[in-house]
């Protein structure tokens, strides 16, 4: 839960050159959050996605550049039909009514996951919001759909094959520097801090091969009441880090 010292205190000591250049969040408890309220799980959806409105502005005001939000994992598909369909709905509507936001305040909007297999309604929405914030220079929000850190790998693998397939001849070499050029965050620095809310302990299958040195932080606060005061703590916290690397510092 966020502590009780107000934000200004903590925004005060915030060393903006010790701010992470990446943070990834996995966005837990919208449905632990409405069961809560005894409302449908969809409410506890819509009120996650004014989260994300006020994680996405906090994350833009601090300047940090980068933001990655696991919105919809291949496993999600699981979920029922019904709750799959209000969830692909609710995308829609922050694509439309929130690409404007985004605009204004600079941010420029990238997608990763297997876009393809999105319906087609929501590829579009996705792509007018990309290309309307293609040219923006602040935030660099990517949003995590039909994600799944193993389903990237081999996404990267066959694509590393097709490469190889295509360069007659040529011996295959395979380093990471390869493998890492055909990731889908292939043009994104690797996330410093990952933060999980609701309490998991778990990664579940996000960014699989980038979290490798990200430092991890867990907040037992549900997704739908994380603010900007729980991002702050989540930084001053990683802050607070040392970062060796596998070395001795
Ligand atoms: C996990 O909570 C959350 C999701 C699977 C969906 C995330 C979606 C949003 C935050 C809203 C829309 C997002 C955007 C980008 C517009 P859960 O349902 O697994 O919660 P539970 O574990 O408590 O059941």
Same mark, same amino acid.
């Given at each position: 839960m966020s502590s009780e010292i107000p934000e200004a205190r903590l925004l005060a000591q915030i060393h903006p050159e010790r701010l992470p250049k990446h943070v990834a969040i996995i966005m837990d408890g919208n449905g632990r959050w409405a069961r809560k309220r005894r409302l449908p799980r969809i409410a506890g959806h819509r009120a996650g996605m004014n989260a994300v409105r006020r994680v996405i502005e906090a994350c833009a005001e601090l300047r940090i550049p980068y933001l990655t939000l696991y919105a919809f994992s291949v496993e999600n598909w699981k979920r029922p039909r019904r709750e799959v369909e209000l969830l692909m709905?609710?995308?829609?509507? /922050?694509?439309k009514k929130g690409v404007a936001d985004l605009d204004r305040h600079n941010i420029r909007l990238g997608v990763i996951g297997r876009i393809a297999e999105l319906p087609a309604s929501v590829r579009q929405g996705l792509r007018a919001a990309v290309t309307k914030t293609q040219s923006n220079t602040g935030l660099r929000l990517t949003l995590a759909l039909n994600y799944g850190g193993r389903a990237e790998l081999v996404d990267a693998f066959r694509s590393l094959m097709t490469e190889h397939a295509s360069a007659a001849g040529a011996a295959p070499s395979l380093d990471e520097e390869a493998i890492r050029r055909h990731l889908y965050t292939s043009d994104l620095p690797d996330p410093d801090l990952l933060?999980?809310?609701?309490?998991e302990m778990r990664l579940s299958n996000f960014l699989l091969w980038q979290?490798? /040195?990200?430092?991890?932080?867990?907040?037992?606060?549900?997704?739908?009441?994380?603010?900007k005061k729980d991002l702050l703590e989540a930084l001053l916290d990683y802050q607070k880090r040392e970062r060796r690397y596998g070395g001795l510092g």
């Open positions: 709905q609710l995308l829609k509507e /922050y694509l933060i999980r809310t609701s309490g979290v490798a /040195y990200a430092e991890i932080w867990v907040t037992e606060t549900l997704w739908p009441d994380f603010g």
